[in-house]
């Protein structure tokens, strides 16, 4: 049985329960290679038990997860077409790190210089001969990266490499995870950040209760996110007023008193302003960062069974195919449930909003 | 395959488990052997006289020239059985204990392999022990055991054939014992606390009751096999006890050949190579679906 050589990771319809626990339900997305993809979602959201499913260390309840086409158990030497770095596992804490290397060299089948090479690679090499009982949580994040680097793997999967690691360690990772990608290989990287892996990746995948989110570009999440202009007006009435005549109507007042403008450029909203000879004191362009993206596609994890992501109108299929990337970003709730200064509330409104909320 | 055992024997040659082990299976095997070589040469008398006499008459052997070197040996590699058990516990429990199983399934074709690779390398330490526990019983032995009591040269090539054949079953049991358990410490000390004191009670307290558990019971089918090469060698085995000998002679007798009840060290090994399997395939199939999380 030989496996396509493509370095393409494809996982279908996973799932997998622990007793009644269903730590992953039905997950489906693909990793292709020369990308760093990133695998998100907040602990617990079923990220370990996805990769270790495609390892062949947890058996599927039900659907598949193949490496170049083919299941963990069918790849002949696995070590050689895919290494992992899993966390906090694998060495035996009174075994060198060198030793611990020869060992499963041998059992990969590669030479023994094999294990000082890749000692050489993750910057360990003068502490070879010392026990892997005595290393710091960084220093057994490179060894675990070292051992996944014996068999010269096509593909590389690593599940929060960035535990423990130094900053400096964390850039030389992601430079390392580039270039590796860069030679056409695959990389998936899991975390429950964002922000630690938003300079690495280019795919993403995210999932949140053992389900699917969104996957795809994560310059297309980036793009899909709209920006909003935050305007401090003379009178914030009659600027929206002004701008709901405009057919702009993507409002919200912010807790300092400002008002907040999706939907519009900074000089459509100069020029409106201008026009209904309101004064404009300041401007000021804002996109909702990539977190806050990230928080509202995995929230809900812990509160509902069945969360809603994104509130109508706009439902743009989270998790769909990966040409699908959510294109219309809702502001969290909290946006709308502010309270509004006194005296910007438009007659017959109750609450927060100037109507014409989107 | 070749890989992988290859692996295996780098696994257990970079940490110091496994010539620590050898302190006490080398120091406890010789000392053993030496106080029954000692105690032999008096038993020799003993047999000399009463019952005794008769059974030694019954198989046409003359008290002076009963093999009693083979005793020593006997007791010798029997008590020293419980380390390579010891051993074959850390082979695997050993493994995900220190979670290096993981790395171990990763860098395996498939888990059969790597469970199959184990097993041949422990294997090849079983039989290593057992070589090195009969090489120091037998230099007890032919110091201390006086030149008419020391076995032919086909009975000791026999005692060194069952105790390698021993020592590789109770590595395997070991191994098996803790992949069912899953936890290294229990397994040992249920293997010491077995093997040394539990089942020893049980079948002296049954003996007047159920005389045939030391004969089927896993720590009397492992002593059974080179013990029931020595009580062969005495007729002691319970298939030829004469019918006017009391049981309780019996089990002297059997005791002294550090194995009570023993039916015969083939039927000891073929038993206690049961007892191997249930333990030995049940871990087997328990890592075979195991998830490692």
């Known amino acids: 049985m030989q496996h396509d050589g493509s370095g393409r990771i494809a996982v279908q319809n996973l799932s997998k329960h622990f007793g009644p626990v269903a730590a992953v339900q039905n997950l489906s997305f693909t990793v292709e290679p020369g990308s760093v993809t990133g695998f998100l979602g907040p602990n617990g959201a079923g990220k370990t038990t996805t990769l270790r499913m495609l390892l062949g260390l947890v058996t599927p309840s039900s659907g598949v997860a193949t490496i170049n086409g083919r299941t963990h158990d069918q790849l002949g030497n696995p070590a050689t077409v895919v290494g992992s770095v899993l966390e906090n596992e694998g060495f035996h804490p009174k075994r060198s790190a060198l030793n611990h290397l020869r060992v499963y060299a041998a059992a990969i089948g590669v030479p023994d210089r094999r294990a000082e090479e890749v000692l050489g690679l993750v910057g360990l090499s003068s502490a070879a001969h010392r026990r892997a009982g005595d290393f710091s949580l960084g220093m057994r994040q490179r060894l675990a990266l070292a051992t996944a680097l014996l068999g010269n793997p096509q593909v590389l999967v690593l599940d929060e490499p960035a535990n423990g690691l130094d900053p400096e360690g964390i850039v030389w990772l992601r430079n390392f995870l580039r270039a590796y990608a860069r030679e056409g290989r695959t990389v998936l990287v899991s975390s429950h950040l964002l922000s630690e892996v938003e300079q690495t990746i280019d795919q993403v995948v995210i999932i949140s209760a053992g389900m699917t989110r969104y996957f795809g570009s994560l310059e297309q999440l980036r793009q899909g996110q709209r920006s909003r202009v935050l305007v401090q007006p003379s009178d914030a009435g009659e600027l929206v007023k002004a701008l709901q005549e405009n057919g702009i109507t993507q409002l919200e007042p912010t807790q300092d008193g400002r008002v907040a403008v999706s939907g519009a450029t900074v000089q459509q909203i100069g020029d409106i302003a201008s026009k209904a000879g309101v004064a404009l004191y300041g401007m000021q362009e804002e996109r909702a960062d990539l977190e806050q993206l990230f928080f509202q596609l995995t929230q809900g994890q812990y509160s509902a069974p069945q969360p809603q992501y994104g509130q109508p109108p706009q439902q743009g299929g989270w998790g769909g195919p990966p040409s699908g990337p959510q294109q219309q970003q809702q502001y969290p709730p909290n946006y709308q449930q502010q309270q509004p200064p006194p005296g910007h509330q438009q007659p017959g409104q109750q609450g927060g909003g100037w109507g014409g909320q989107g | ?293």
């Open chain 2, 1 to 293: 395959m070749g890989r992988l055992i290859k692996a295996e024997f780098r696994k257990t040659l970079t940490l110091n488990t496994w010539w620590i082990l050898l302190i006490p299976l080398v120091v406890v095997s010789f000392w053993m052997s030496f106080a029954w070589g000692n105690i032999t040469n008096d038993f020799a008398s003993y047999i000399g006289s009463g019952i005794a006499r008769e059974l030694a008459a019954s198989i046409g052997l003359s008290p002076d020239n009963l093999p009693v070197g083979l005793l020593a040996i006997s007791h010798g590699v029997n008590i020293t059985q419980l380390i390579p058990a010891v051993f074959g516990v850390f082979a695997l429990a050993g493994e995900y204990n220190s979670k290096t199983i993981t790395t171990t399934f990763l860098t395996a074709p498939n888990r059969v392999s790597a469970l199959t690779a184990k097993m041949i390398s422990y294997i090849a330490w079983g039989a290593l022990y057992g070589l090195l526990s009969f090489g120091v019983a037998a230099l007890a032995t032919v110091i201390t055991v006086d030149s008419p009591g020391q076995p032919s040269g086909g009975q000791w090539l026999g005692a060194l054939g069952g105790t390698i054949l021993a020592y590789i079953l109770v590595t395997l049991f070991g191994i098996g014992l803790g992949a069912v358990l899953n936890k290294v410490v229990l397994a040992v000390l249920l293997v010491i606390g077995y093997f040394l004191i539990i089942e020893n009670v049980l079948v002296l307290v049954l003996w007047k009751w159920a005389s045939v558990l030391g004969g089927i019971l896993p720590n009397g089918t492992a002593n059974g096999i080179v013990g029931g090469i020595a009580a062969e060698a005495f007729g002691f085995n319970s298939l030829n006890i004469p019918g006017d000998t009391g049981h309780f002679d019996q089990l002297g007798l059997q005791l002294a050949a550090g194995a009570p009840g023993v039916i015969s060290w083939w039927a000891s090994a073929l038993i206690f190579a049961g007892w191997t399997a249930v333990f030995f395939v049940g871990g087997w199939l328990s890592n075979q679906k195991r998830d490692i999380t």
